[in-house]
Nanobody
Framework: VQLQASGGGLVQAGGSLRLSCVAS????????MGWFRQIPGKEREFVAA????????YYEDSVQGRFTISRDNARNTLYLQMDKLKPEDTAVYYC????????????????????WGKGTLVTVSS
């Protein structure tokens, strides 16, 4: 599966952005999906994950209550609604796919996702 993220940009602190990730190929609904982010000079970190049909979601503590992950399997699209943005949310955001949702959420920092898209830059100004 090929993934393409979009929707990044510049926003003021407290504002909102919605990221999208379109998947090409077959069987999008057979993949659990995740969002990750990377600050220059730092390791990539887990942000959120969603199960195959969206029944289960999981968030990193710092975004819980501010970000919402969702998916539309009919459109082969993953979303990340980001509200109440903070300057520390500034990063390149990546979407990724894997078949093993359980491992994704059990050890999100350690699990190696199978497929990655190119990132989209989110910049939050103070």
């Amino acid at each position: 599966v090929q993934l393409q993220a979009s929707g990044g940009g510049l926003v003021q602190a407290g504002g909102s952005l919605r990221l999208s990730c379109v998947a090409s190929g077959r069987d999008f609904s057979s993949y659990a999906m995740g969002w990750f982010r990377q600050i220059p000079g730092k390791e990539r970190e887990f942000v959120a994950a969603i199960s195959w049909i969206g029944g289960s979601t999981y968030y990193e503590d710092s975004v819980q209550g501010r970000f919402t992950i969702s998916r539309d399997n009919a459109r082969n699209t993953l979303y990340l609604q980001m509200d109440k943005l903070k300057p520390e949310d500034t990063a390149v955001y990546y979407c990724a796919a894997d078949t093993d949702f359980g491992s994704m959420v059990a050890a999100p920092s350690d699990h190696v996702m199978k497929y990655w898209g190119k990132g989209t830059l989110v910049t939050v100004s103070s």
